[in-house]
C-alpha cells in the first residue's frame, strides 16, 4: 500500500454502537416471502411458491377469525384450503397455528412438519415446529428445529424476541462476534482508512485489509481470480484473520485494556475451525438473507453445527444477554 498510487488516509473516528457492519455489509438481495428453491443450470435458483388463489381467498377469510382467537372456525377454513391445495405448505402453518393456540400442541405438530415436508426451505415453518416440540416436551427435537431455523434465516428477528420473551426455556440467541470497529471507503481518488480509537486496535489492521480490497484491483484479481468488485469469503476471511493476529498478539504482550470480547469469541470460533461459517452466518446474511437456500446441504449442516456450538446456546453459557 506504500508503493500503491492510490493515496489512503487513517483517521480515528467514532462508530455506530453496532460497528461498522451495516456499512460494510449493506443488504443487496431482496427476500421472498415464500421461497422455493429450485435447481437451473446446476444452481440452486430462489423463486416464489406458487400462489394458489381458492386457497388463498380462504385464508384470507380465515384471517379476522384467527385474530379474534376464534381458532376453531379459522381452523375450519384453514383445513378447506389444504384441502383445494394439498401443496400449499403456509395453508399448513397456518392449520397448525390454529391448533397450537388453542392448545393442541400434538395436532399442530403433525401440521407444521407436514409444511416443513411440503417446503423444507422457509425458515417460519422450523420456528414453529420448534415450538411445537417444546409445548410437548420434546426439547432436543425442539432444539433441533429452532437451529434450522437459523440455519435458513441466520438474522430472523422473531426467534431472537422469543428467546428472550422465554427465559425459562434456559437458551439465549446470541449477538454477533463480528462487530467491526474499523471500516474503508472511497474518498475522491483515494481511500479513507477509519478506526474507532476507543476499541480493540486489531480493528485498524481490518481496516488496512478492506482498504487494500478497495484500493489495489490487482490484490482483488490475485485472491479471486476477478478485479470486479463484490461479496466473498475471501476477503471477509483475510481481513478478519488479519484481525485476530493482531488481536492474538495484543493479548500475548498483556496489552488488552481496549480489548473487545466480540473478538475473543471469534478467536474461539476461529479454533474451532468455524470462522467460514461465522462469515457466512453474520455477513453474507446481511447482503442475501436467505443465501443459504442457494448452498449444498453439506454447506448447511456445516451451519447448523456452528449455530449449536456458538450462537443457540444455554444462557449458562454466556452468563447473560450481552453475546
Known sequence: MEASPVSYNIEG??????????????????????????????????????????????????????????YAEAAKLYEQATRVCPDCYLAWNFRGDAAYFAGDAATALEHYQKATRINPNDHRS???L?????????????????AWCLVLNPRYPIIRQFFRANAGLGLVVREDAIVPRGYAERAGQGVTVQFDPDHDPSWLAFANCKALWLGE????????????????????????????IVHAGQKQKGETERSDPTLDRLASITD??????AVLFEVGARI???VVLTLDEDVRQRL?????????????????YDL
Not at 415450538?131 to 432444539?143: I, P, Q, S, T, Y
Not at 484491483?217 to 485476530?244: F, I
Request: glycine content about 8%; aromatic content about 10%; overall charge negative.
Open 13 to 70: 473516528k467514532d462508530s455506530p454502537p453496532g460497528g461498522w457492519a451495516d456499512q460494510l455489509w449493506p443488504q443487496r438481495v431482496p427476500s421472498r416471502e415464500a421461497p422455493r428453491v429450485v435447481t437451473e443450470q446446476g444452481e440452486f435458483v430462489i423463486l416464489d411458491w406458487p400462489e394458489h388463489p381458492e386457497a388463498r381467498a380462504l385464508l384470507d377469510e380465515a384471517e379476522p377469525h384467527f385474530q379474534a382467537k376464534r
Open 126 to 128: 422450523w420456528f414453529f
Open 130 to 146: 420448534g415450538n411445537a416440540f417444546a409445548r410437548l416436551g420434546r426439547f432436543d427435537e425442539a432444539l433441533d428445529s429452532w
Open 217 to 244: 484491483p490487482a490484490h482483488r484479481q490475485e485472491m479471486t481470480g476477478t478485479d470486479k468488485e463484490h461479496y466473498t469469503t475471501v476477503e471477509e476471511m483475510e481481513c478478519l484473520g488479519s484481525a485476530l
Open 272 to 277: 474451532d475451525g468455524m470462522l467460514m461459517q
Open 288 to 290: 442475501h438473507p436467505q
Open 304 to 320: 447448523k453445527a456452528y449455530v449449536l456450538k456458538h450462537v443457540l446456546v444455554p444462557a449458562s453459557a454466556v452468563g447473560g
